[in-house]
Antibody, heavy 112, light 109 residues
Framework: EVQLVESGGGLVQPGGSLRLSCVASGFTLSNYWMNWVRQAPGKGLEWVAN????????YYVDSVKGRFTISRDNGKNSLYLQMNSLRAEDTAVYYC?????WGQGTLVTVSS | QAVVTQEPSLTVSPGGTVTLTCGSSTGVVTSGHYPFWFQQKPGQAPRTLIYDTSNKHSWTPARFSGSLLGGKAALTLSGAQPEDEAEYFCLLSYSGPRVFGGGTKLTVL
């Protein structure tokens, strides 16, 4: 059974940092481009970032460029999102997603 | 970055047919945008229904189909069931970055 399990969310003050992790089981992460997607409370889906199979290409939505960094460790079947300089508008459930599968998400709340 | 547009809401009768569309501010949507369609029910994570315009996953009900229609990506539901009431999001690729549409809330009534 394919599973993507995110962790690392929580409450952080504006300007703070968090590192999200996503561990895959039941499939080989290295075969896929991987994505982070977020959903603010009561809002639609927003694509945040993606990373090529070998990690050599990365893309970001404009609003997180320079603040977020996506990375992967194919040996650990894991995907990461380092989030710095967090803002209130980054508050959302963050999902790890392959082309076919989604995790259950981890909630990030940015508030003082 | 591009803006992807979807109908905010649609209603379909049980057993009826409805088509949701996904347009791009950059122009015609093509297979090169690798359109995806996702279904999300309240309180749940999204689920991928369609990838690369028209390909289905093993869990995608046969009543859903994807296509290109009138310069947009399209998701057609034929024979709507009550359990299809959900929000549907499309996703387009722009040679690396991706952009979601705003979502279509589909009511089966």
């Amino acid at each position: 059974e394919v599973q993507l399990v995110e962790s690392g969310g929580g409450l952080v003050q504006p300007g703070g940092s968090l590192r999200l992790s996503c561990v895959a089981s039941g499939f080989t992460l290295s075969n896929y481009w991987m994505n982070w997607v977020r959903q603010a409370p009561g809002k639609g889906l927003e694509w945040v970032a993606n990373i090529k199979r070998d990690g050599n290409e990365k893309y970001y939505v404009d609003s997180v460029k320079g603040r977020f960094t996506i990375s992967r460790d194919n040996g650990k079947n894991s995907l990461y999102l380092q989030m710095n300089s967090l803002r209130a508008e980054d508050t959302a459930v963050y999902y790890c997603a392959s082309p076919g599968d989604w995790g259950q998400g981890t909630l990030v709340t940015v508030s003082s | 970055q591009a803006v992807v547009t979807q109908e905010p809401s649609l209603t379909v009768s049980p057993g009826g047919t409805v088509t949701l569309t996904c347009g791009s501010s950059t122009g015609v949507v093509t297979s090169g945008h690798y359109p995806f369609w996702f279904q999300q029910k309240p309180g749940q994570a999204p689920r991928t229904l369609i990838y690369d315009t028209s390909n289905k996953h093993s869990w995608t009900p046969a009543r859903f189909s994807g296509s290109l229609l009138g310069g947009k990506a399209a998701l057609t539901l034929s024979g709507a069931q009550p359990e299809d009431e959900a929000e549907y999001f499309c996703l387009l690729s722009y040679s690396g970055p991706r952009v979601f549409g705003g979502g279509t809330k589909l009511t089966v009534l």
